[in-house]
């Protein structure tokens, strides 16, 4: 994986996400670190999504078993 394609992906995550993976760049001495770091983040992103996701189902379940 090149620096270009790391960028591709690093522009898929939040704002906020790309400012911090940006303040850890100027630390990373090689392009392995950064992989693993950017890599956790995306991790950690899908995951942040995959629970948004289930606690939405989960209240829409619950609102049509109330009826709503």
């Given at each position: 994986?090149?620096?270009?394609?790391?960028?591709?992906?690093?522009?898929?995550l939040p704002l906020a996400e790309r400012i911090?993976?940006?303040?850890?760049?100027?630390?990373?001495?090689?392009?392995?670190?950064?992989?693993?770091?950017?890599?956790?983040?995306?991790?950690?992103?899908?995951?942040?999504?995959?629970?948004?996701?289930?606690?939405?189902k989960q209240k829409h379940e619950q609102l049509?078993?109330?009826?709503?």
């Amino acid at each position: 994986m090149s620096y270009a394609d790391i960028q591709a992906q690093a522009t898929l995550l939040p704002l906020a996400e790309r400012i911090e993976l940006t303040r850890y760049l100027t630390a990373l001495e090689t392009e392995d670190e950064l992989r693993v770091l950017l890599s956790q983040r995306m991790r950690a992103m899908d995951a942040g999504r995959s629970v948004s996701l289930d606690a939405f189902k989960q209240k829409h379940e619950q609102l049509e078993a109330e009826g709503r």
